[in-house]
């Protein structure tokens, strides 16, 4: 076992990790997403997203921030893919801009759009990364939201010819290949209480843009694997649901929180069917599906990407009568977003899904947290805390490894700092810090103990 604490940075309170838990080709890397990094929203051809519009209204973003600029990686991409290398990333996951490979969502490709992403794979492949793309991290392209956005059936077509179209520019570079990023937050963020874009409150077109968004995953990965992809998956956000105490009030929101966030996606994924006690909750809210819908959801896919953050503790006061679930306190350290770190719910989760529905390999896609970062008077970020949540979950990974859980892959979210969403640029989570005035890139402390991790795993120093 190796004891991070005493051997690599003396000083931080690091969880020990079994570095011999994780196979040699053990896939490290950081993740980003499109709208967070690219800036450059209107260039060579790319049309708004609902990001876009959202962010432009008054009062949708902490700050009236927008993603116009970002982190300008559109136009610093080489210099990016430099740092991913520094680093010794084996792995960089990203997404693609729909709008800027398909302005309307419809019809041809954009070729000045995929122009850039083919030089970003190849940029990729020439310094030894390995990419990782995600076609959709909830960006629609606003015409289709104005012909009815993720609630209309139609989408989900569309969506599927859109990555027939990356398929044939990108598909003789890429390997691996994600279709959706977290549906949860597309659908219910977006139009069930409408903190994310398009901003839509209505729960009965959330569920629809839920099953909408399944059905376009599964007509998608048809669509990839008749054009050759290598491997197909989709990644979900995924919680350890706990009540707060055994009453019977409190393990009653658990299951109606457990079923909406976690099994309204795993069961059509892996089990062909909602659950019916889902449905049962829901009612007659949910009418989009159709004959055939779930056999193709249920299209089989090569892995699954898990987004884990925190833990779900909920109280009877959650339901009925609210949209809106708290965390309970469990007396943890807490991100700056709020959220409570508890590595011990990543094991859950992880041994959950290999337990319950799939032996397919997992990956986790995402994990990470915002912290109040500052540059220090000899230029250095120093974040001890983004450290050691990184180590715990890590350590995290080791366990569920060590219980046969077949994980494949970790991710830090996220390379850089970056336009995070509602919370604009207030919060960050990069292993690389932005100065957002200057556009300087600077490592942080904690990104320089996962490259190290990452060396002393790849070299064999265990």
Known sequence: MTDLQTRTTPGLDLAPIDLAAFPPNFAWGASTAAYQIEGAVSADGRTPSIWDTFSHLPGRVRDGDTGDIAADHYHRWEEDLDLVQQLGLPTYRFSLSWSRVQPTGRGPANQRGLDFYRRLVDGMLERGITPWLTLYHWDLPQELEDAGGWPARETAQRFADYAGLVVDALGDRVDDWTTLNEPWCSAFLGYGNGRHAPGRQDPAASLGAAHHLLLGHGLATQALRARGAERIGVTLNLYAVTPESERPGDREAARRVDGLHNRWFLDPLFRGSYPDDVRTDVGDLFSAEQPGDAHIIATPIDLLGVNYYTRLVTTATAYPGSATVGFGDLGLPRTSMGWEVDGSGLTEVLGRVGRDYTQIPLYVTENGAAFE??????????????????????????????????????????????????????????LVYVDYGTQERIVKTSGRWFADLIRRHRGGLL
């Open 373 to 430: 970062d500052r540059v220090g008077p000899d230029g250095t970020v120093h974040d001890a805390a983004r450290t050691e949540y990184i180590a715990d979950h890590i350590a995290a990974c080791a366990a569920a490894r060590r219980d046969g859980v077949n994980l494949q892959g970790y991710f830090v979210w996220s390379l850089l700092d970056n336009f995070e969403w509602g919370q604009g640029y207030a919060k960050r989570f990069g």
